[in-house]
């Protein structure tokens, strides 16, 4: 059964939250064949379907062609889909339409916005419009660059409490839990004791209410780009290329197709067109 956002909140302490990202109608229906609590259509996308270097290009529409394949997958799957950049910095009524479509146009449950202070407000209007909102605090991808890069975050007294006080404010928002990304584990646990919504760690330690990664990352797709916090527990990119170099070894030296693979027709017929 389809969770909702209270089944969420009431993870709070309890057995941690599973989070996936799915990106297409394959990785939405495995993710909701393997029993996850939750399917995050993440901006991640840019980098892992669309080849871009960053999520900085993704677009409402990339996001809303993407979550609408997951949703086709994983019809009783709790979706949350990330609201790109450019979807919500240009002010309040802006980040509502965006919102409003991708909840609509997508079958998703939730959206998921980047930033602590900043997007209160938007945060605020969007739970209150009745749109559930995932927060995201800590290292966040959109705004890598100001932060100095794809790096560990609040390890100083002073980025410490702005991503604390990011989460709380997220909470007294309306958010109903908010992902973690890249933060000293003991900030992690820090946090998750003082919020009341379910945190969702990747990279903020064990002691969080659930534990998101990325679905190219845990099944090992490329080996490009593999973070501290990533664990693969699989190696399908490699499986993939072996695969796909035996399908070119055998289709060259005519191994296959065998007769299994082929149709046939009586030979009857088949004399009368010679
Ligand atoms: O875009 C994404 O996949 C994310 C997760 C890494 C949390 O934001």
Redesign the pocket.
Known sequence: MKKTVPDILDHKGKVPLV?M?AYDYAGGLQCESAGGDII?V????GMTVLGYDS?MQVTVEDMIHHAKAVRRGAPSSFIVV?MPFGSFQTGTPDALRAAVRLIKETGADAV?L?GGEPVLEIVQQLTQHNIPVMG?VGLT?QTATALGGFKVQGKDEKSAQMILEGAKSLERAGAFSV?L?AIPHKLGTLITEQIGIPT?G?GAGSTCDGQ???YHDVLGIYDRFKPKFVKQYAELGRLSVEALVQYAEEVRSRAFPTLEHSFSMSDDVLKRLY
């Open positions: 989070v990202t995050l993440g901006d991640s996308l999520t990330d998921k980047e995201h991808p992902v990304e969702i990747i998101v990664l990325v």
